[in-house]
């Protein structure tokens, strides 16, 4: 695999801190319900946001390193040139579904500014929350492009 000109560590560093605040927060809600049996109402907030945050810098990482899930059958088999061809292929596909992703979001987030919609829990504006989602999805779309780029530049379809 060809190496990335855009280095992977603000995803990996990305993913790591929020997948460590999550088990964090649920320790603690955790440890709270038990000495207490009250359970703090803002965790499973933040929780979600961050499961969100963790999903999609993980999931911008295995594009970057083309850990994608595919069908093996269909992009291990047959001659170099016509798995190039289906590596560039999915590529795009991802590319294209992670831009219209970005975009729907965009809408989604406008309406949230727009109307002044805030969490139940702790009543911040849901649109604090959902920004991520057109923001990574953009920097997944990003790196499928990238990807892409790095399989039409090999030689004679080496892997």
């Known amino acids: ?19 460590g605040a999550l088990c ?7 440890v709270v319900r038990y000495l207490t049996d009250q359970s703090l109402a803002w965790t499973e907030e933040i ?12 999931g911008c990482a295995a594009m970057a390193r083309d ?10 088999s047959g001659s170099p040139e016509r798995r190039r061809r289906m590596a560039r292929f999915g590529a795009l596909c991802s590319a294209a579904f992670f831009l219209v992703l970005a975009g729907l979001s965009i809408r989604l987030v406008w309406d949230e500014y727009r109307f002044e ?10 649109w604090w929350y959902s920004i991520w989602l057109p923001v990574l999805s953009f920097a997944i779309a990003a790196r499928a492009f990238g990807l892409f780029l790095r399989n039409a530049r090999k030689k004679g379809g080496a892997q």
């Open 24 to 30: 964090l927060i649920t320790f603690a809600n955790v």
């Open 47 to 58: 929780s979600v946001f961050l499961l969100i945050v963790t999903t999609l810098a993980g």
């Open 1 to 19: 695999m060809a190496p990335v000109k855009v280095p992977l560590a603000l995803e990996d560093w990305l993913a790591v801190l929020s997948m």
């Open 67 to 76: 850990r994608h899930i595919k069908i093996e059958y269909f992009s291990e």
């Open 117 to 126: 919609e805030t969490t139940p829990g702790i009543g911040l504006p849901k």
